[in-house]
């Protein structure tokens, strides 16, 4: 039987990412690391490191593994959310809002992106920049509504009337 380095690799990234999906991190992180030669899936390869690194609570590197991800495919919105919510988990917040800032210089169409944006300007303090997305992201999508209740990045602005008006508002519009 002939050796095929492809194969292998797509067996092994299969493999690492079922391991993934069934939350066995340390599974996915032995097959990712038995890879002998990346390719061309080298973006694929350390998605799924990032993912399995995130199960693992190791947020400072999984950010590594989603930088090298971006450093692959810089306008990627899968790679982006994920550096900035790792930068979130490492209390490295404006850098959080810098790469959230890049993502919609690329996706400025994607609601959750100006949705996001909303919740790391309310975890950073800063009110207007918070409600100024969350109702852009509103205007695109108001389903993102529902998503209020349990998002406990909007916390500081909780009871805060301005944030209460926009929220009935929003609710209210046909």
Known sequence: ????????????LLAAEGYVALSMPDHALRELNQIQEIGNKRYVACMLRGEAL???????????AFRAAH????????????MAWCFKRIDQLQQAIDVMKL?????????????????????????????????????MDRQLLKLIDNETDFDPLRNDVDFQHLLQLTSTQK
């Open 1 to 12: 039987m002939a050796f095929n380095p492809e194969k292998i690799l797509t067996r092994q």
């Open 103 to 139: 993502a919609y210089q690329f996706h400025k169409d994607v609601p959750i992106v100006l949705y996001n944006m909303a919740c790391y300007y309310s975890l950073a303090g800063e009110k207007d920049d918070a409600l100024s997305w969350l109702g852009r992201a509103f205007r």
């Open 54 to 64: 995130l199960l693992k609570k190791d947020h400072a590197t999984a950010l590594d």
């Open 71 to 82: 450093v692959e495919r810089p306008t990627d919105l899968d790679a982006l959310m994920r």
